[in-house]
């Protein structure tokens, strides 16, 4: 559903609408803090440094200005928290969804306006995960994603209405 085929035409990606992109965030904060307590069960010192390394890597991509690779450091911290969950239909349902939103929603859209907080989240995520504190974590887990939901939702709106004003 991420291509279309037109004869003769070529191939195109489908343009994704605001009620997808809002069952697509719901479902994210749906199944991402539930994964958490299974995160946090299966911790050990090796998950905790693939976690620490992936936030790193986020934090890194953060100064580094590029867009593209903060979006791949971002999904990367999330996925890192979600396969430490070992809830392999959950990682494989919140893998699909990345895809979904980023290979078909784009970047420029995700982060059309930027996201301080992130970095912040991000870490404070982290280290309510190595202090095993569920409550905190799933707290600024959904805070983290209910923000991110909305600038997606605010960034096709905008894009939308710039389609409209070009149109007429």
């Known amino acids: 559903?991420?291509?279309?085929?037109?004869?003769?035409?070529?191939?195109?990606?489908?343009?994704?609408?605001?009620?997808?992109?809002?069952?697509?965030?719901?479902?994210?904060?749906?199944?991402?803090?539930?994964?958490?307590a299974h995160t946090i069960h299966f911790l050990d010192t090796q998950g905790e440094r693939k976690l620490k390394a992936a936030l790193d890597e986020y934090l890194d991509a953060c100064q580094d200005g590029s867009l593209r690779l903060?979006?791949?450091?971002?999904?990367?911290f999330h996925m890192a928290l979600a396969e430490l969950s070992r809830q392999n239909l959950s990682i494989g349902i919140l893998k699909h969804l990345f895809d979904f939103l980023y290979l078909r929603f784009g970047q420029e859209l995700i982060f059309s306006r930027p996201l301080e907080n992130s970095a912040r989240a991000h870490t404070a995520i982290f280290n309510a995960v190595e202090s095993r504190d569920i409550d905190t974590a799933t707290m600024v887990l959904k805070k983290h994603i209910e923000e991110i939901h909305k600038n997606a939702l605010d960034g096709i709106e905008e894009r939308l209405m710039e389609v409209e004003a070009i149109i007429f």
């Open 70 to 76: 903060k979006l791949v450091k971002d999904i990367h």
């Open 1 to 36: 559903g991420l291509v279309r085929h037109e004869q003769n035409k070529g191939f195109f990606i489908e343009m994704v609408t605001p009620q997808e992109i809002d069952e697509a965030y719901n479902l994210r904060i749906t199944l991402e803090p539930k994964m958490l």
